[in-house]
């Protein structure tokens, strides 16, 4: 084998190698508000249901990258939740919400939000009448 074969070989697994260990510390780490709590300085995703009870603070004049809300987790834990981004369309719709981010002083500070919302689709099928035709 050639010399700059086995260079091209070692480099191919160094970079793989370097691809691996990337995408392994970029995993998602689901949690709930009270291990987000404890552990402030780590990323998390935290899935829940938007508290309608609460008020949603969106001024879209003075500060159109900023919103905060009320959530529930999947423990049923309440938690403020101040978003970095403009109000997504329909929020108040939204059936589940998954923000990521860290916890920071009984709040959570979401650098990214995603959103389930209610589907056209739900609530099973349409009925179709079929009249058979005759021949």
């Given at each position: 084998m050639k010399k700059s074969q086995i260079i091209l070989i070692v480099l191919i697994a160094v970079?793989?190698?370097l691809m691996i260990a990337n995408l392994m510390g970029e995993s998602r780490t689901y949690a709930s508000f009270a291990i987000a709590a404890e552990h402030p300085n780590k990323s998390?995703?935290?899935?829940?249901?938007?508290?309608?009870?609460?008020?949603?603070?969106?001024?879209a004049i003075n500060n159109p990258d900023e919103f905060y809300f009320y959530m529930f987790d999947e423990e049923?834990?309440?938690?403020?939740?101040?978003?970095?981004?403009?109000?997504?369309?329909?929020f108040e719709r939204s059936t589940q919400v998954v923000i990521s981010g860290k916890m920071g002083e009984?709040?959570?500070?979401?650098?990214?939000?995603?959103?389930k919302c209610p589907s056209k689709y739900e609530g099973g099928s349409p009925t179709i009448d079929v009249e058979e035709a005759e021949i």
């Open positions: 970079i793989l190698g998390f995703d935290i899935v829940g249901k938007l508290d309608t009870t609460q008020e949603i603070h969106y001024d049923n834990q309440n938690s403020k939740v101040i978003v970095n981004k403009p109000k997504p369309q329909d009984n709040v959570f500070k979401a650098t990214s939000i995603l959103l």
